[in-house]
């Protein structure tokens, strides 16, 4: 864990999050403390792609655990490994800020080469058993990375997963960058230095400790995938249902599905044309809803003033807009991480 002074600082980071008011420590109580207790002391600071997910604390819990359960804690897959996982992914969904997060850290485990790389789409040099992690993770690769146990393959893609949900709701609620948006650009490279010491990963946390943050649940049948690792299978779970409970319109979740079938991740362009058509057929009501939910499912990064501005006009609630784009980013990447291999095809 990062040094008091330091944590402090850190904590202002939460600032940097758009259109909701974080908890702040001070004021965090019950399941909100809980979670920010495992996080400074098993992810080394107050990180606020989890942070901004506070006002909602069961959307919160789950957040956590996916990211614990299958990054932070100690599993059978190595933490570079899953670092490289993270930033593949991040890279494949333009998330700019988590790509610089996961390649300071792979930096910090001493291979800041591949972190360098990993960031170039045009890069070659890859060795070839890091080169076939990456684009199977990111959906480039149909194949699973060769000489890697199912338990192993399920914690990997349970990072996958885990970042394609995180992914979303960062382009939404952040910037692109970790940094402070008060950081001068000459101090950029010393400022992400620092940064890059905390997030090192020291020790092996113990597997598991976040799965009593949330009730049993059982495993919904597009999380099939991690059924050869029990504990990736039980955070899963219960973070599934924890967001599956939140208040979203039976026609929006309907709308959002039907949408993703089928989809395997490209980009939807960069105008927001396709939307309208899609919320003819809505009650008027449920349309700020469904285009909140629809861009951050599909185009996360399209999600801005103006569609946040729209939404609250009937829906003033912080709390209801995390859950809302928390609902439609998991429904999104268990959909993503449903399709991934997970055998190599018969010859």
């Given at each position: 864990?990062?040094?008091?002074?330091?944590?402090?600082?850190?904590?202002?980071?939460?600032?940097?999050?758009?259109?909701?008011?974080?908890?702040?420590?001070?004021?965090?109580?019950?399941?909100?403390?809980?979670?920010?207790?495992?996080?400074?002391?098993?992810?080394?600071?107050?990180?606020?792609?989890?942070?901004?997910?506070?006002?909602?604390?069961?959307?919160?819990?789950?957040?956590?655990?996916?990211?614990?359960?299958?990054?932070?804690?100690?599993?059978?897959?190595?933490?570079?490994?899953?670092?490289?996982?993270?930033?593949?992914?991040?890279?494949?969904?333009?998330?700019?800020?988590?790509?610089?997060?996961?390649?300071?850290?792979?930096?910090?485990?001493?291979?800041g080469a591949v972190a360098a790389a990993l960031g170039d789409p045009e890069a070659t040099d890859l060795d070839e058993g890091t080169a076939a992690l990456a684009g199977w993770a990111a959906g480039?690769?149909?194949?699973?990375?060769?000489?890697?146990?199912?338990?192993?393959?399920?914690?990997?893609?349970?990072?996958?997963?885990?970042?394609?949900?995180?992914?979303?709701?960062?382009?939404?609620?952040?910037?692109?960058?970790?940094?402070?948006?008060?950081?001068?650009?000459g101090a950029r490279a010393t400022v992400l230095g620092l940064l890059g010491r905390f997030l090192r990963p020291t020790g092996n946390p113990i597997p598991g400790l976040a799965l009593n943050l949330l009730p049993e649940a059982a495993a919904a049948p597009d999380l099939a995938w991690a059924n050869e690792n029990p504990r990736v299978q039980t955070a899963f779970a219960r973070a599934a249902r924890a967001v599956e409970q939140v208040p979203v319109p039976a026609a929006v979740r309907e709308l959002v599905r039907a949408e993703l079938v089928g989809w395997d991740g490209s980009p939807m362009g960069i105008s927001r044309s396709w939307v309208?058509?899609?919320?003819?057929?809505?009650?008027?009501?449920?349309?700020?809803?469904?285009?909140?939910?629809?861009?951050?499912?599909?185009?996360?990064?399209?999600?801005?003033?103006?569609?946040?501005?729209?939404?609250?006009?009937?829906?003033a609630s912080d709390q209801i807009l995390v859950e809302v784009v928390s609902w439609a980013s998991l429904t999104a990447a268990r959909a993503l991480g449903a399709r991934l291999p997970l055998v190599l095809a018969a010859l």
């Open positions: 864990m990062a040094p008091i002074p330091v944590r402090l600082a850190l904590r202002r980071s939460l600032r940097e999050v758009k259109y909701v008011h974080t908890v702040p420590v001070r004021k965090a109580t019950g399941l909100v403390k809980a979670v920010y207790r495992q996080l400074e002391r098993d992810f080394g600071l107050l990180a606020p792609p989890i942070g901004l997910h506070s006002v909602a604390p069961e959307v919160l819990a789950a957040a956590w655990t996916m990211l614990r359960e299958s990054l932070v804690a100690a599993g059978v897959a190595s933490r570079a490994d899953k670092e490289i996982v993270a930033t593949s992914v991040s890279r494949a969904n333009t998330c700019p800020y988590c790509v610089e997060v996961h390649s300071m850290t792979l930096g910090s485990l001493g291979h480039e690769i149909a194949a699973p990375p060769a000489g890697r146990s199912p338990e192993e393959i399920a914690e990997l893609v349970g990072v996958a997963v885990t970042f394609h949900y995180l992914n979303r709701m960062v382009n939404v609620f952040l910037g692109p960058s970790p940094l402070p948006t008060k950081v001068p650009e309208a058509p899609l919320l003819v057929g809505l009650p008027i009501a449920d349309r700020p809803v469904a285009k909140l939910a629809l861009l951050t499912a599909l185009a996360s990064s399209q999600v801005d003033e103006a569609v946040i501005a729209e939404f609250r006009e009937r829906h």
